[in-house]
């Protein structure tokens, strides 16, 4: 069992820094701050106030990505677990499950956050968003949960 928290610790923290940098590089070539980003998150669960915050909320828009991105493993871990496939073609379940994951993060999480002024993203946002969390989100994910499934299979 602690085998697994750590795998999907793991995973959780690759596919947020992954996905966190590609954000900061995306938006700050647009013009935002990464503390601005960092707030934004933190916005989601305190609203609007976290923009005027200082970098405690910045931190803590950090930590709520990762903590995001640590259930989106945990997720993906449990199915996994119960549909073994899941875990053999990454490249193909990670990349679908990085579209899940954006779907939800766009039309149920950040809705339903604290986040105001939320728009659906529209044109190169979507391919963006997309790309971002197949490529930073799902397939990592699902890499190194069959990684660390494997070697918990070798060592049990």
Do not use: C
Request: aromatic share 10%.
């Amino acid at each position: 069992m602690r085998k697994l928290f750590v795998i999907v610790l793991l995973a959780g923290l690759v596919s947020g820094a992954l996905d966190i940098l590609s954000a900061f590089a995306s938006y700050v070539a647009q013009g935002a701050t990464v503390e601005g980003i960092l707030k934004y998150i933190a916005s989601g669960l305190v609203g609007p106030a976290a923009m005027q915050g200082g970098i405690a909320m910045a931190w803590l828009g950090l930590l709520i990505h990762f903590a995001l991105t640590t259930i989106m493993a945990a997720i993906f871990m449990m199915a996994a677990l119960k549909i073994s496939s899941l875990a053999s073609r990454t490249w193909l379940t990670g990349g679908l499950y990085g579209v899940i994951t954006w779907a939800a993060m766009v039309y149920v999480v950040v809705p339903v956050s604290g986040v105001t002024g939320w728009k659906l993203p529209q044109g190169w946002s979507i391919v963006s968003g997309l790309l971002a969390h197949i490529f930073y989100v799902g397939i990592p994910i699902a890499q190194i949960t069959q990684y660390g499934l494997r070697n918990s299979d070798k060592s049990a």
